[in-house]
């Protein structure tokens, strides 16, 4: 085990002032089985009222409400958190379904390359889907570079892979529409990583009970040095800021994470 603590600013900039804002963020660090938040300060410039809230995948979310003008939204966070308490994510719940985690989105759908990289895997060799998706760990690596210039954020699975390259959401995508293509129920995930830089992504997979993390794009398993932060079909599901507002304005915004040992 060891103790992280992090620091989170998003700033989000409006081409034109913009009022009655509803927003929710969801990148909110909560307990697992392998994490425990044991401190979390969140400050919103501006925000009239925000509440904690869940969303459908068991994520912690803020709903808030900035009912002034504005052309910028401010928010920060910082927290402390014990991780490595155990190996896996969540132990499946009983009564629960995962079905909805089996099947492919419109970001991970298989094209022809995908389909062909699949084949050249040759998965089916593997008796447990943990090996099918440590394989890919371990291999993904090789198939493609990290370059941030390469993909788009609505990229599909398969327009990276055949781009040969991208960023941890990329990498997660492919991994997520291999393993599907297999039968084997799996997750994106979202969060921080030690060190400094933007959110990182990884794939969660369900072997033998368990939700176990697997990050392709460092070719390594979620270890003490993973702070996860939301779950879903795919990015789609984990996006960090959306929200409806007052005005006609287009949207950029950056994000700066650090996590470091306490």
Aim: hydrophobic share 35%.
């Amino acid at each position: 085990m060891r103790r992280l603590e992090f620091s989170y600013k998003l700033s989000a900039f409006y081409s034109k002032p913009i009022t009655e804002h509803r927003f929710m963020f969801r990148f909110l660090p909560a307990d697992t089985v392998r994490q425990k938040i044991e401190d979390t300060d969140i400050f919103i410039a501006n925000c009239h009222k925000y509440d904690i809230v869940t969303d459908s995948f068991g994520n912690k979310a803020v709903s808030g409400w900035i009912r002034m003008q504005h052309a910028r939204f401010d928010l920060t966070m910082s927290g402390k958190v014990i991780t490595g308490i155990d190996i896996f994510e969540e132990k499946v719940r009983s009564g629960c379904s995962y079905d909805f985690f089996s099947r492919q989105t419109k970001l991970t759908e298989a094209g022809d390359n995908i389909s062909h990289l699949r084949d050249e895997f040759r998965l089916s060799r593997f008796d447990s889907d943990y090996k099918k998706a440590l394989f890919l760990t371990e291999n993904l690596f090789d198939v493609m570079r990290y370059d941030p210039r390469i993909t788009k954020a609505g990229d599909t699975a398969e327009q990276a892979l055949m781009k040969g390259g991208g960023v941890c959401q990329d990498y997660a995508h492919i991994m997520l529409s291999i393993l599907r293509s297999e039968g084997v129920t799996a997750r994106y995930a979202a969060g921080m990583l030690l060190g400094e830089g933007g959110s990182h992504a990884w794939t969660e997979v369900l072997c033998r009970g368990y939700w176990y993390g697997f990050d392709p794009t460092n070719r390594k398993l979620v270890n003490d040095e993973y702070i996860r932060v939301s779950c879903g079909r795919d990015a789609g599901d984990c996006l960090v800021i959306t929200g409806v507002m007052n005005g006609e304005a287009t949207q950029n915004q950056q994000e700066l994470v650090r996590v470091a040992r306490c």
